[in-house]
């Protein structure tokens, strides 16, 4: 392991990046797959000065049994070899069905005995106006109804994130666990189901509204890590396909109430205040000329709007990568939406982001000249600093977690919609040599 650099300053500008994992790491069978496979990774990761890894810990998988009944040997053996090999960990309570979305490359479904619900009410999914439930994620609306064997969704949620921390103790307390990313709906992003590809979906398609089922009242109040030492984290949905169309008719199926006239994303920020938790946003790799023209995608403004309403409201902002890419085009835009800025050598940026996270680790990312790239890529969002095992603590130290301050008024959320002008992004930043990145 490099020793990290003793430049202060500069190291207030290294944003630390992690890769997610494959989806099927840990079977749907409650199986580590290879890993011995996954060791030899590991062990490339870190010497090419990753910080940590992302994974997906499945609901489908670790309560599958019946109500309570958890299992969570597979994830302690995967977490210990992650600690083995120096590396950090973000974590994904993923209260999602896996299948279904672009990406999916393994099915795990929500547990049985909860699916079983729906046999005597299919009001506990997602419904469509011709009346066909979602599978994919509880509706939000049942999240206080005692519906699971007297439980309501959000004590099933609670319950499943407190048998995690009772049983990752000593992975919390050595601070292995940076954030807790928690799922708020389909592929783990809070949204409506508009646009699943098993009921027939394409892009660029807007999708179609999911919330006919009778319950429709929520409340996100989660303390199962009071006092732990991480972050939470919720993501956000890259909905860049008609951004540029003025009825932004893809975000709003997804439940993303934004047009030129109102801003959607600053009151989700706005809301996450309570919590001091990170948005974790998406597409952050994409270029506007990369789109097909007929889908008025505009997934660099989509960035920049998203970014800038989070900076905006104080809190941290994370991303990831929507689709592999393995090019120096890709790393750039990456590398702009990081630090749109460039670096400041006197100390922190005035815009950075808190992490990355690159989407996904691969035998294709470890072939020689893609690593070999790759390493480059990690090496700039290190603001060219060498390894430093706690950077945080130049940016915004983690701290004990304590209790969410008190509710927001609705009147107070809704100031949040008056769209503003987002932050300038400069079109070329601390990039690789003899590259830039365009914008449309």
């Known amino acids: 392991m490099a020793p990290a650099s003793t430049n202060d300053a500069l190291l207030a500008n290294y ?16 199986v580590f797959e290879d890993p011995d496979g996954l060791r030899a990774q590991l062990k490339q990761l870190r010497a090419a000065d990753v910080d940590g890894v992302m994974v997906d810990v499945w609901w489908g998988i670790i309560e599958s049994k019946g109500p309570k009944s958890y299992e969570w040997g597979a994830y302690r ?58 599978p994919e994620y509880l509706s939000l609306g049942v999240d ?11 004590e099933l949620y609670s319950d499943f994130m407190k048998s995690f921390r009772v049983n990752m103790t000593d992975f919390l307390h050595a601070c292995l666990i940076t954030d807790i990313e928690v799922g708020l709906g389909p592929a783990g992003e809070l949204r409506y189901p508009s646009y699943p590809q098993v009921q027939g979906w394409s ?23 009071l006092g732990c030492k991480l972050k939470l984290a919720i993501k956000v949905s890259g909905v860049h396909w008609w951004y540029k169309d003025d009825s932004h008719a893809a975000e709003l199926t997804a439940g993303y ?32 000329s990369e789109q097909p023209e007929e889908a008025k995608s505009g997934p660099e403004e989509l960035v920049q709007q998203v970014l800038s309403a989070a900076w905006r409201e104080g809190i941290e902002v994370a991303c990831e990568n929507a689709l592999n890419r393995y090019d120096t085009t890709a790393y750039n835009v990456m590398l702009r939406n990081a ?7 006197n100390g922190p940026p005035n815009l950075r982001i808190s992490a990355l996270t690159y989407l996904r680790l691969s035998d294709v990312l470890l072939e020689m000249e893609n690593l070999a790239t790759f390493n480059l890529f990690v090496k700039k969002m290190h603001a060219d600093q060498d390894y430093c ?48 990145s365009e914008t449309s």
């Open 15 to 30: 944003v630390p990046v992690y890769v997610m994992l494959p989806l099927g790491v840990v079977s749907a069978e409650k």
């Open 77 to 134: 053996e995967l977490f210990k070899m992650v600690q083995e090999e120096g590396l950090k960990l973000k974590a994904i309570m993923s209260f999602h069905q896996c299948g279904g979305n672009v990406g999916d490359a393994v099915y795990i479904p929500i547990p049985q005995w909860v699916r079983d619900v729906a046999a005597a009410n299919p009001d506990i999914f997602y419904t469509d106006k011709s009346g066909t439930g979602n």
């Open 144 to 154: 206080n109804e005692p519906l699971f064997g007297g439980r309501t969704a959000v």
């Open 203 to 225: 892009f660029p398609g807007i999708g179609e509204l999911q919330c006919y089922d009778k319950y429709l009242t929520a409340d996100f109040r989660r303390a199962a890590f």
């Open 257 to 288: 109430y934004n047009l030129k006239v109102r801003d959607g994303y600053r009151t989700i920020a706005r809301q996450l205040t309570r919590h001091d938790a990170i948005l974790n946003f998406t597409c952050v790799e994409m270029r506007d």
């Open 339 to 345: 630090r749109p800025n460039g670096i400041n050598p």
């Open 389 to 436: 095992p706690d950077s945080q603590n130049f940016f915004k130290p983690i701290g004990p977690m304590k209790r969410s301050k008190p509710e927001i008024p609705i009147e107070k959320i809704l100031e949040a919609t008056e769209p503003l002008e987002p932050y300038p992004f400069d079109p070329v930043t601390d990039m690789f040599d003899g590259e830039t």
